[in-house]
């Protein structure tokens, strides 16, 4: 049985209306994941679609993954989500996938990187922006492919973060190829989904808001497996997810009102 929400929410690109169906019983918290992710994308082509209106030009194409080099950040609902999407493979799939997993793992071991990260995914206490940056810089600057990336496709399409979902750029596709030393123009976000499943699960489980780095996704969710066997009400779920999307939208538009609160 499912309970069907209608959903409305203003965005600083314009109103997003949606129909939400959730489980009226008890789930556990990935089953929450695809609707916060489909809201996300939602605000994310009002974006795209001001933009176009405005004449930019979404550089973006299937096939590109220059972005695909830098470290990408998942909410832990998110690290659960995946686990379970990689279990479901046939086989051969996932352990070409585990293998190249292990061998990113070896690469960030070899740099010194590895317990950096694991740092980062257990850290007691929020990391500032400050602390993190170095970190993400070291692991842009080996430009190890994404292990779920094949042949310049993600090979998890369906199941990326939501981080992946939401890099858009406008400026164009060459200045990709150095993130870090290009001016390259991101479409605005409105609403940071892993943030968000990061606060929710944060809430629920009483605990820091973490965001863990991808390539040790999998390991963290194996490690922390008890944790997502929890379930709560859907409609208490959903309740929280939104309660952070209207922060998250209020926020947003004061920022854009305000570009100096931001540094844009
Ligand atoms: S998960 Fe997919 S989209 Fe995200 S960085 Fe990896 S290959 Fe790229």
């Known amino acids: 049985m499912v309970e069907r929400f209608d959903v409305a929410l203003n965005t600083p690109a314009g109103r997003l209306t949606t129909a939400i169906d959730v489980p009226t019983g008890l789930i556990p918290i990935t089953a929450i994941v695809p609707v916060t992710r489909r809201l996300g ?5 009002l974006e795209a679609q001001q933009a176009l209106a405005a004449g ?11 972005c695909c080099r830098m470290l990408v950040p ?3 609902p998110e690290a659960f989500s995946l686990r379970e999407y990689v279990e479901q493979l046939p086989t051969d799939r996932r352990t070409m996938l585990l293998t190249r997993l292990r061998d ?25 922006d400050a602390a993190l940056d170095p970190i993400n810089r070291s692991y842009y600057a080996l430009r190890i492919p994404c292990p779920y990336l094949e042949d310049e496709m993600c090979s998890i399409y369906e199941a990326r973060p939501a981080a992946c979902r939401e890099l858009l750029v406008t400026s164009p ?23 968000i499943l990061g606060l929710v699960w944060g809430t629920l489980t009483h605990s820091p808001p973490r965001l863990i780095p ?19 009400p859907g409609a208490s779920l959903l309740d929280q997810v939104l309660d952070n999307m ?6 947003e538009f004061t920022n854009r009102r305000n570009p100096r609160n931001t540094g844009r």
Not at 56 to 66: D, F, H, L, R, Y
Not at 106 to 121: E, K, P
Not at 246 to 251: A, G, K, M, T, V
């Open 173 to 195: 596709a060459e200045l990709c190829q150095d993130l870090v030393q290009n001016p390259v123009t991101p479409l605005p976000i409105a609403m940071r989904i892993g943030s």
């Open 104 to 128: 990113t793992k070896d690469r960030l071991t070899h740099a010194g990187l590895w317990a950096q990260l694991n740092d980062v995914a257990e850290a007691s206490k929020p990391i500032p």
């Open 41 to 45: 994308e939602e605000a994310t082509q």
């Open 214 to 232: 991808l390539p040790m996704a999998l390991e963290w969710a194996e490690q922390h497996n008890d944790e997502s066997r929890q379930t709560w």
């Open 74 to 76: 998942l909410s832990p």
């Open 246 to 251: 209207w922060r998250f939208l209020s926020q």
């Open 56 to 66: 930019q030009t979404i550089s973006c194409k299937m096939g590109c993954a220059a």
